[in-house]
């Protein structure tokens, strides 16, 4: 399973920083504008997978000790002030996207088959009691970015903007 995840966790820093390679050249106004997605806009969306992304990243220690996210600026950031950070420019957006996934990645290389399965319990922030295999919540956060991630494209080409930028196939690791 850390072979998959590992490389998962590659592919969705590879795709993450395609799109910022997209995002990075087009008109900020365009990209936060109202398209009547759930997320409002390309970068609303992409706020979200990122968050998410934080968030996580944020929770991972709580099941691990020793991790090579502990002392790490992001994750000890206060996730308000990270999400405000966020979203104050699409340059900060994608300097936090590349900070996370530099994280996660780190983080998917350092822990164990052992850890992988084994089960953790968490809320929701609903505050939900879930109890999941620990890989099972790596997959998670994996999948939602590349579900955003195929969501944003739909709205990049509603707009034109050429983006053939996530196809796992089209990933070299």
Do not use: C
């Not at 920083?17 to 008109?27: S, V």
């Not at 390309?42 to 502990?70: C, N, Q």
């Not at 966020?86 to 088959?113: C, H, P, R, Y």
């Not at 089960?119 to 295999?133: A, H, M, P, S």
Request: negative net charge.
């Amino acid at each position: 399973m850390k072979a998959l995840l590992s490389t998962f966790a590659t592919y969705n820093q590879a795709a993450n920083a395609a799109l910022a390679t997209i995002l990075a050249g087009q008109d900020e106004t365009l990209l936060r504008e109202d398209q009547g997605s759930f997320y409002k806009s390309v970068i609303g969306t992409f706020e979200h997978v990122v968050g998410a992304e934080v968030s996580w990243l944020k929770r991972y220690p709580t099941f691990f000790a020793g991790t090579v996210l502990e002392g790490k600026a992001l994750v000890a950031a206060d996730i308000e002030a990270t999400k405000a950070r966020m979203s104050s420019s699409v340059k900060d957006l994608l300097t936090v996207a590349k900070e996370a996934d530099e994280l996660l990645v780190a983080f998917i290389d350092g822990v164990t088959e052992q850890q992988l399965g084994a089960r953790v319990k968490y809320k929701t922030y609903r505050g939900d009691e879930l109890e999941r295999t620990f890989g099972h919540l790596l997959m998670h956060i994996l999948n939602h970015g590349t579900h955003h991630r195929g969501e944003i494209s739909a709205l990049l080409d509603r707009k034109g903007i050429k983006n053939d930028y996530s196809g796992f196939s089209n990933y070299q690791s």
